[in-house]
C-alpha cells in the first residue's frame, strides 16, 4: 500500500488506485481479479496505463475487461513472486500448513501467465530480477509438454528494474 500510495502522490499522472484489503493473500491471487474487473467495470476510468502488482492475476482481470482494456497497454510491478519467495521455517503453521510448506506452484504459475499478459514487466531490484527469471526455467521443465520455455526470452526482453521509491522525510526529526 505504501508503494501504491507514493507512486500516486508523486506521480506527474492522476492515478486511480483500485484495490482490496491487504490480508488473505491467496485468495487474493485466485478471487482478486473478478472483484476488480467488476469494479473497474463499473466505474468510469480511462486509463492510458494499468499498472498492477504481482498479487493480482493480470490475465483474469484482463478476460473479464477485455471490452475496455484491449487496447489499453499493462504493467506489472513484481515486488515478490510465488516462485523465489522463501518458505517459512515452519511449514506447519500460517498460510502455507495445507501445503506442508511445500511450494504450491500454481501461484507461481499465476506470476508467470501474468508477466506473460503484461507488456512490460519492473521489479523492484536486480536480485529479485535476475533470481525470478534464473528459477523459471527448472520451473517450467516440470510440466510434462508445451512448457513454454521459448517464453523466457520474451520476458526477459519486457523486463527492467524499477527500484521502490522511498519517502525518507517522514524519518525527519520534528523540532
Same mark, same amino acid.
Given at each position: 500500500?505504501?508503494?501504491?500510495?507514493?507512486?500516486?502522490?508523486?506521480?506527474?499522472?492522476?492515478?486511480?488506485?483500485?484495490?482490496?484489503?491487504?490480508?488473505?493473500?491467496?485468495?487474493?491471487?485466485?478471487?482478486?481479479?473478478?472483484?476488480?474487473? &467488476?469494479? !473497474?467495470?463499473? #466505474?468510469?476510468?480511462?486509463? =492510458?496505463?494499468? @499498472?498492477?502488482?504481482?498479487?493480482?492475476? $493480470?490475465?483474469? *482481470?484482463?478476460?473479464?475487461?477485455?471490452?475496455?482494456?484491449?487496447?489499453?497497454?499493462?504493467?506489472?510491478?513484481?515486488?515478490?513472486?510465488?516462485?523465489?519467495?522463501?518458505?517459512?521455517?515452519?511449514?506447519?503453521?500460517?498460510?502455507?500448513?495445507?501445503?506442508?510448506?511445500?511450494?504450491?506452484?500454481?501461484?507461481?504459475?499465476?506470476?508467470?501467465?501474468?508477466?506473460?499478459?503484461?507488456? &512490460?514487466? !519492473?521489479?523492484? #531490484?536486480?536480485?529479485?530480477? =535476475?533470481?525470478? @527469471?534464473?528459477?523459471?526455467?527448472?520451473? $517450467?521443465?516440470? *510440466?510434462?509438454?508445451?512448457?513454454?520455455?521459448?517464453?523466457?526470452?520474451?520476458?526477459?526482453?519486457?523486463?527492467?528494474?524499477?527500484?521502490?521509491?522511498?519517502?525518507?522525510?517522514?524519518?525527519?526529526?520534528?523540532?
Amino acid at each position: 500500500q505504501a508503494w501504491a500510495d507514493g507512486y500516486r502522490q508523486f506521480s506527474t499522472q492522476s492515478v486511480i488506485q483500485l484495490t482490496l484489503p491487504a490480508r488473505f493473500w491467496k485468495w487474493r491471487m485466485h478471487g482478486g481479479a473478478v472483484t476488480l474487473a &467488476r469494479r !473497474f467495470l463499473e #466505474s468510469d476510468p480511462s486509463p =492510458d496505463l494499468i @499498472l498492477t502488482t504481482d498479487m493480482l492475476d $493480470l490475465t483474469t *482481470f484482463l478476460a473479464l475487461t477485455r471490452q475496455r482494456t484491449s487496447t489499453i497497454p499493462t504493467a506489472i510491478y513484481m515486488h515478490e513472486n510465488q516462485l523465489t519467495y522463501p518458505l517459512p521455517t515452519d511449514g506447519k503453521s500460517g498460510p502455507m500448513r495445507r501445503q506442508l510448506g511445500e511450494r504450491d506452484h500454481h501461484y507461481a504459475f499465476i506470476n508467470f501467465a501474468s508477466m506473460m499478459a503484461a507488456d &512490460r514487466i !519492473f521489479f523492484n #531490484s536486480h536480485f529479485h530480477h =535476475d533470481s525470478l @527469471l534464473a528459477a523459471l526455467p527448472n520451473f $517450467l521443465k516440470h *510440466f510434462p509438454e508445451y512448457n513454454e520455455l521459448g517464453s523466457l526470452e520474451t520476458l526477459r526482453r519486457k523486463s527492467e528494474v524499477l527500484p521502490v521509491g522511498i519517502d525518507l522525510q517522514r524519518l525527519d526529526k520534528e523540532d
